[in-house]
């Protein structure tokens, strides 16, 4: 496994309709490692990957990749970069084909042999989408739509992979699979920051973590750490605790 670029966030501060959303956060992720963002509805964490992949401007701070300085950068150049986000819903086109659908995720991909190439990985990874290859994507069960989703965001070939909520909403089973898909991704060299509404899962997976509270990280470290954290274990396990 080659080593990829680092992600790194200093002091990083955005504003959502005047209200100060991030307040100063200083995270990093490592190539070929998963990384937790935990924390409550409304703490910032979908802000943060929206200020990452250049939904939402910064007011201030930095956003590195590597060599590369992306704070305010456009999410085309973000992709580019080597950054894939998958968003919070999956967003994929109903009317679409599945297969239609990962094509968009290789727009970088110039060549017809670069995204056909990926699509024979992405089928590897996600053999169901295969079989679903030609049929709407609206026609999908809320699971099938999540692994279109992170398929066409593999398709772009990213060091880094941002995922909000990938098991929202979905039954335990599926919750497995996207776990699974989860240490896949990771096995094959891809970085994973992983933002879940499943803290008992998200921690469980990732390497390190951080616990995001009022736009702030308040804790950081191991992810069995922070499962062991009794403050963490009170304020954001509730049921799991």
Do not use: C
């Not at 995270?27 to 409550?40: K, Q, S």
């Not at 297969?99 to 990874?125: F, H, P, T």
């Amino acid at each position: 496994m080659s080593a990829g670029p680092r992600l790194e966030l200093r002091d990083l501060r955005v504003r959502r309709g005047g209200v100060k959303a991030l307040r100063g956060v200083s995270l990093h992720v490592d190539a070929g490692e998963i990384v937790a963002l935990v924390g409550a509805n409304g703490a910032g964490k979908t802000t943060l990957l929206r200020a990452i992949s250049g939904v939402s401007a910064p007011e201030s701070g930095e956003v590195r990749f590597g060599e590369q300085r992306l704070h305010g950068a456009s999410p085309r150049t973000v992709v580019k970069a080597g950054i894939a986000h998958v968003p919070e819903g999956s967003h994929i086109w109903p009317q679409m084909t599945v297969r239609e659908n990962l094509r968009l995720g290789a727009w970088s991909r110039r060549r017809a042999r670069d995204w056909e190439g990926g699509l024979s990985r992405i089928y590897r990874l996600l053999p169901r989408l295969e079989e679903r290859s030609g049929q709407l994507a609206g026609t999908l069960s809320g699971g099938e739509r999540q692994m279109a989703a992170i398929g066409r965001a593999l398709m772009a070939q990213p060091n880094l992979l941002l995922m909000d909520e990938p098991s929202l909403g979905l039954s335990p089973q599926v919750v497995d699979t996207v776990f699974e898909t989860i240490h896949a991704i990771r096995g094959q060299g891809v970085a994973v920051l992983l933002v879940e509404q499943n803290v008992v899962r998200a921690l469980g997976a990732a390497s390190r973590g951080y616990v995001l509270e009022g736009g702030r990280i308040v804790r950081e470290g191991p992810g069995e750490a922070l499962l062991a954290d009794p403050e963490v274990r009170r304020a954001y396990l509730g049921r799991h605790a």
